[in-house]
Structure formats: C-alpha cells, structure tokens
C-alpha cells in the first residue's frame, strides 16, 4: 500500500477473491483510476465516488475516506496523530461513534481492543476541550463509524461512509439458519455471467431468498442500496444533498418491472419459505416463483437455464444424508446450461464439479463450484 494511495486514496473493501470482480464492476460503473489490493481496491478520493459506489456497487463491502496516516511507532504517537483531526468537523457530542481497529504485529499496541481504545481517549478529549462533553460509543449502529490499520508501524484512520456494512441491503426482516451474504451471491451471479435479460433462473435451496432477490434486482436495474435507509456518508462535512439526490436519481429512473416466468426458487423448509416470501413482498419482486419443496421434488415451470444455490452444511446436512445425491438428480432433470453451487472448503460432491474460487461466507470458509452441462 503505497503512502498516496492511504491519503488521497478512497479504499473500497470487499471479501477475499472478489476483488477482480469489483473492479470489473465499478469500471462498468464509469469510474477511472482505479488501483487493485487485497481485499479491496483503491479509487480517487472525491464525493461522487463514495455516492456512487455506496449506492450502486453489489459486491462492495465497505467505502473508505481516508482522515489522517502517520507514522506510529507508539501509543502516544497515535493519541496524537488522532488529535491532529479537526474532530469538531465530523462529531458532536449528541453524535455516537466506533472504532473498528485492525493491528498487525506491534512492539508497544498488542491488540486491536487496546488500538481502539486509544483511538476514543484521543477524540473525547479533543471533545471534552472544544465543548465540555462527549459523544457516547455505540458500537451496534453509530452515527459516525471509524476504521483503523496500524501496520509496519504506520497508523491510517479512515472514516466508513457506508455505516452499515453494504451487505445489508435494507429489505431483510431475518435471515435463515446458514444465511447466505448479499455481496457474495451477487458476486457469484456476475462470475456466474448470469444474463438478467435472458436467463431462466432457478434456485432449489432458496432459503430466505437472497440469490433470487440479488439476481432480481440485477435484472430490474434496481441500485444495491435501493432499499436502505441510511448512509454513514450522510454525516460527513463534505455531504451534499443536491449532489448525492443527482446520482440516486439518475439510477433510480433506470429501474424497470420484474418480468414472470423468470425466476423460481424452493426450499423444504417451510419457515424458511414464509420468510422469503415477506422479503419478496418488501422488495416488490412477487413475479418471483417460490414454494415448499424438497430438492428432489423441485420442477421448475420452466427448465432453467442458470442454477445457484448454496445447500446445507453443517447440522442442516447431517440431517439430509441424501442431500447432494438429490441434487444431482435435479440438475439431471433439469438440465441447465451450468450450475454454481456453495460447499464447505474440501468436501467431496460426487459429481464432475470445477472449483470456481474458495472465499469466505459468515466466518466459514466454502468453495464455489460449478457444473455445466457440455463434458468437463
């Protein structure tokens, strides 16, 4: 990471092996100057962007603006690096904030709770001298969200401009057992190169939805933060109404209806399918297909063309031994043109499968499989 790219540099994060996918996405988005990292990437640091992205990007995890990098070799010179800030620009004391650190090995700050911790002391004191008070830490939905990497003895701060992680698209009211994240499944239809105009999409282990609503939303044109609420963005100084309503507007006037007939989903488990139609209700998506069904019973109304889905694992696959072999037998029914399909990283399928890529789902790290239907 070089010094510019952490000061004059937006970083946009996004999960391990997406990060190519990313950039394909934001340069389709017309957005330029665009440099690769891990687990992320680096843009030029303007509002627009941080508009655009926040608002636009499928596979985005978080966006970035750079406050303040210094050299760090201690505690006290991070207090003080922290100090530098002009905090009264960024918080007052009826605003709540936190601080998500990250640390590499370190000879005086062993962790990232000690980090963080030194972080606060720094603002509420600068606080305290401009307005003889406080803001208070919430650490589950704050006003302000900081994100800090100390590493190789530099410490650079940066403000999130997303709040909550995009993921979070806005519409859930639960997830299911094994949710599945947003910004994955969305990613996974891109690598998929599943075509939202054309493809008849199928999904046997729907769960609360979220394959069937990302491609959905693809296909509908509708922004991937459509249904949210908020932005961390929206405390900046830089914040600009007229200029953020511009870009959301722009994308919004793009959306188009849901075409029937399209898109199916099943799943056995019937709760599971309650709660995927309340999601499909909030979003507007009803010409989506879902009903109760186990895989083996699944017949889409009509053969699809692009199979997703992300079985059980863990508990839920002890409890269907005959899961994949199942599922096998519905791919073969159906015949689809090619099927991705989540796993748990190194488990044996018993049938001619690629490995796409192996990332990381809620902690657990899976595999991404794909069958076709030409010989592999």
């Not at 005086?108 to 001298?129: G, M, P, Y």
């Not at 709760?271 to 009903?291: M, N, P, Q, W």
């Not at 399928?349 to 890529?357: E, G, T, Y």
């Amino acid at each position: 990471m070089s010094s510019s790219s952490t000061t004059t540099r937006l970083f946009v994060s996004c999960a391990g092996a997406l990060e190519s996918l990313l950039v394909d996405e934001l340069k389709e988005l017309g957005i330029s100057g665009i440099e690769q990292s891990f687990r992320g990437i680096f843009l030029p640091k303007k509002i627009e962007n941080v508009y655009l992205v926040n608002y636009a990007s499928r596979i985005a995890t978080r966006v970035l603006w750079p406050l303040c990098s210094f050299l760090c070799p201690d505690k006290e010179s991070l207090y003080q690096g922290v100090r530098t800030i002009n905090w009264k620009e960024y918080l007052n004391p009826k605003m709540t904030f936190s601080i998500d650190a990250n640390v590499t090995p370190h000879p005086t700050i062993k962790n990232s709770h000690f980090a963080a911790l030194i972080v606060k002391d720094a603002i509420c004191d600068s606080q305290r001298e401009t307005f003889n008070a406080r803001s208070s830490v919430d650490l589950s939905n704050p006003d302000l969200q900081l994100n800090l990497f100390l590493h190789k003895g530099k410490a650079t701060l940066y403000l999130d401009t997303s709040g909550q992680p995009l993921f979070k698209r806005g519409y859930r009211i639960a997830t299911g057992e094994a949710p599945l994240q947003e910004s994955l499944a969305a990613a996974i239809l891109r690598f998929a190169k599943f075509d939202p105009e054309n493809d008849i999409l199928a999904d046997p282990f729907a769960g609360s939805g979220t394959f069937l609503i990302e491609a959905a939303m693809m296909a509908t044109r509708t922004p991937a933060g459509f249904f949210r609420k908020r932005f961390g963005f929206e405390a900046m100084p830089e914040f600009s109404v007229p200029s953020w309503k511009a870009i959301k507007d722009e994308l919004d006037s793009k959306r188009s209806p849901l075409p029937p007939g399209r898109f199916f989903g099943a799943d056995q488990d019937v709760s599971s399918v309650e709660l995927c139609r309340k999601h499909l209700d909030r979003t507007g998506f009803g010409a989506i297909d879902i009903i109760t069904r186990p895989v083996e019973r699944f017949r889409p109304k009509r053969n699809p063309s692009l199979i997703v889905a992300n079985p059980p694992y863990g508990k839920r696959l002890e409890q269907s031994k005959n899961l994949f072999a199942n599922f096998k037998q519905f791919l073969e029914a159906t015949e689809p043109k090619a099927a991705y399909f989540l796993t748990p990283a190194g488990q044996h399928i018993d049938m001619p499968c690629r490995k796409a890529f192996s990332c990381l789902n809620g902690g657990l790290e899976v595999d991404l499989l794909a069958k076709f239907a030409s010989p592999l």
